[in-house]
């Protein structure tokens, strides 16, 4: 189907242009791949070997948005139980994108659109071709606290989906995150870090995270003057962003290992988590043999710590052993070997074999 979209010039009000827009469809396209093509039908450009088809919501958004007649009534934006899920979702998008919409109806969209959302992929696939996450993400920038949070939710349901990871980052949604992260309230910024932890698990996302301005900087800030809640999200976000190589020297750079060494000791162990990710990189074992006490962060780690929390110390401790003879000298000096040797028959496979190596280096160092 061939559609006619009529638009303003800017330069002269008063003269219309009209857009033809022919929409391939994923079949169509499909199709083209099925038949053996591996160049764009367009552009006559290579495609990789094993193509991945995602939708681009972004212009199926702008489109519609000039195709949608606006004469149409605003449908009733409440929950009617006589209708399916499938209706009522589009009601509640349809009260959500419309101009009209008022705080209590954008309020009660979100909160309802996040319900069905979390446990549906259906709905959430709905949600996304309908092209109403532009919508959701002006929801965003609101400056009503209540408009931010819920809207935050609903992205982060709708990041469930792999699919979905990339297309929100494709339409922006990094930098209205980054945003909130650095001037929402607390629950805003918990949410914001959580759903940059939903996005990193796609690799690509990761590095897109991570080379985006001030990202990381801004989860280092809120480990540094956040509280509960959102300093947990920040370095859970960290974590997955740093499990990009290019991002460990990124987080060092910020200033990250001082303020994790800090809240680490403080008992906090993804904080510990981190560090074992950081030490991998030059940079971060450097930064880490500056510290003052850092051993007594991974030593107070290994003797009363989970097994997850054990596993890292004992990993980063290796590493800083291997790098620096001083630090091999002043783990011994801790009692790290003997730790070490009463973990070698831990029920836990990783336990032992990290212990294991380290009580090889610290035999055959110092």
């Known amino acids: 189907m061939i559609s006619s979209v009529q638009f303003h010039c800017k330069s002269c009000p008063t003269r219309l242009f009209s857009l033809r827009v022919i929409p391939l469809t994923a079949p169509s396209i499909q199709r083209w791949l099925d038949s053996g093509h591996r160049t764009c039908p367009i552009t006559k450009l290579p495609l990789p070997e094993y193509p991945r088809l995602i939708p681009n919501y972004a212009l199926r958004s702008l489109i519609s948005s000039f195709t949608i ?28 994108v419309s101009p009209s919409s008022n705080l209590e109806s954008s309020l009660h969209s979100l909160s309802q659109l996040t319900r069905l959302t979390k446990l549906d992929p259906g709905i959430r696939r709905q949600i996304t071709e309908s092209g109403a996450v532009s919508a959701v993400l002006d929801c965003v920038d609101s400056t009503e606290s209540e408009i931010q949070e819920k809207a935050l939710a609903l992205l ?57 301005p001030n990202a990381v900087k801004t989860l280092i800030l809120v480990l540094y003057n956040g509280k509960g809640r959102e300093v947990r999200e920040a370095a859970t976000a960290l974590y997955a962003i740093c499990s990009f190589v290019d991002n460990r020297k990124r987080a060092v750079e910020c200033g990250a290992v001082p303020i994790l060494m800090r809240i680490g000791g403080m008992g906090l162990e993804r904080a510990v ?18 510290v003052n006490g850092c051993l007594e962060v991974f030593v107070k780690v290994i003797r009363n710590g989970s097994e997850r929390g054990v596993q890292c110390a004992l990993l980063t401790l290796n590493c800083l052993c291997c790098f620096a003879e001083e630090m091999c000298v002043e783990a011994k000096k801790d009692g790290v070997l003997e730790i070490c040797v009463g973990f070698l028959d831990d029920e836990n496979e990783r336990v032992r074999r990290n212990a294991a190596t380290l009580v090889q280096t610290l035999s055959c160092r110092g």
């Open 69 to 96: 007649p606006k004469s149409q009534p605003d449908p009733d934006p409440y929950w009617n139980p006589n209708l399916s899920k499938k209706y009522q979702t589009q009601f509640l998008i349809s009260a959500l």
């Open 273 to 290: 988590e981190v560090l074992s990710l950081l030490v991998k990189c030059k940079e971060g074992r450097e930064e880490m043999r500056k």
């Open 156 to 212: 982060l349901n709708l990041s469930l989906d792999d699919d979905n990871k990339v297309g929100l980052v494709a339409e922006g949604v990094i930098g209205r995150v980054i945003k909130v992260i650095r001037a929402g309230t607390p629950s805003s910024r918990a949410i914001g870090c959580t759903m940059l932890t939903s996005l990193a698990v796609v690799e690509v996302n990761k590095a897109t995270i991570g080379a985006y």
